[in-house]
């Protein structure tokens, strides 16, 4: 491994911190090369840690979900 280019690489990469979307003392977070990546990581993240939130969605809930994590995916090397 090239620790130079991970870096930069790393930078490159999408991150969603889990509390920013639920407000939980949660700190999961998804790291992705796209933002599908990402979206996919927290989904499955959400299936394991926080199922009860998962449990009752409706189909407008989890489109809800999906917007707030388009909101909220930044690039990796940028403050959020
Ligand atoms: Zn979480």
């Not at 090239?2 to 998804?30: E, H, P, Q, T, Y």
């Not at 993240?45 to 009860?52: G, I, L, M, R």
């Not at 449990?55 to 990796?76: A, G, P």
């Amino acid at each position: 491994m090239n620790g130079m280019k991970d870096m930069k690489d790393m930078k490159n990469m999408k991150r969603l911190d889990c509390r920013i979307l639920n407000g939980k003392k949660c700190s999961f977070v998804a790291i992705g090369r796209t933002e599908w990546d990402v979206k996919k990581a927290m989904f499955d993240h959400y299936a394991t840690e926080h199922k009860e939130l998962l449990l009752d969605s409706t189909e407008q809930d989890r489109r809800k979900m999906i917007d707030m994590m388009d909101k909220h995916i930044v690039r990796n090397g940028q403050k959020n």
